[in-house]
């Protein structure tokens, strides 16, 4: 048991529920409470199936095409600083209140950044490969993707309460707010390059 309680301890530090639910409300600005639980269940179940994806098949699926998990790592760092340009500058809005009356899926932070690499990033699916490879057996693999869907089920629990949290806040609260995490999301993009970088063993 205590190999599982390890296991919900490092998913959910390396995940961050906590920290994704003002990110979250950032993300997903003038947004009404049904668009973001819908926002937040896609978000949810896509990082499920990639974290169980990985859990199963993840060294062999990047080792088939020739990617490492530094090369992982330095992608999703540079992806994450794209969507931390778009927070800082405020770009998203403005996209929102040009794009009119385009398809609301042109407009939907479920997959990227929310899904990958915000929840299933390349730290948690590195941790799930990791997880999964200490015991062979089908009850290990279970177990851990148990402890997976729990601390999933946590982030769609904070993503819920983002509503209230974001009208607590106000507009010019929600704009702080965004401004701030735009910037430790630049941060946080920039330490998985420095981790690929290290890991590749360039440096």
């Known amino acids: 048991m205590s190999l599982y309680i390890t296991a919900f301890v490092t998913l959910f530090v390396v995940i961050d529920p906590i920290g994704l639910a003002p990110i979250f409300i950032a993300l997903t ?4 409470s049904a668009q973001r639980r819908q926002i937040g269940f896609r978000a949810v179940c896509i990082a499920a199936v990639l974290l169980m994806l990985f859990g199963l098949a ?9 990617i490492s998990i530094s090369a992982f790592r330095v ?24 794009q009119g009356s385009m398809d609301s899926a042109a ?12 929840l299933a990033g390349p730290g948690a699916l590195a941790t799930m490969i990791l997880l999964v490879g200490q015991h062979p057996g089908w009850l290990h693999l279970t177990m851990v993707n148990l402890v997976m869907l729990a601390v999933l089920a946590i982030a769609m629990v904070l993503f819920h309460l983002s509503t209230p949290l974001a009208r607590a806040l106000g507009r010019t609260g929600v704009m702080v707010v965004t401004r701030l995490l735009g910037m430790l999301l630049a941060a946080l993009s920039v330490q998985f390059v420095f981790d690929g970088l290290k890991g590749s063993g360039l440096f």
């Open 29 to 32: 600005p003038g947004m009404t």
């Open 58 to 66: 993840g060294e062999a699926i990047l080792s088939a095409v020739g």
């Open 75 to 98: 992608a999703g760092g540079l992806l994450l600083f794209l969507t931390a340009l778009d927070m800082l500058f405020e770009r998203r809005t403005e996209r929102r209140e040009g």
């Open 107 to 118: 407009q939907d932070p479920s997959v990227f950044p929310l899904a990958m690499p915000l």
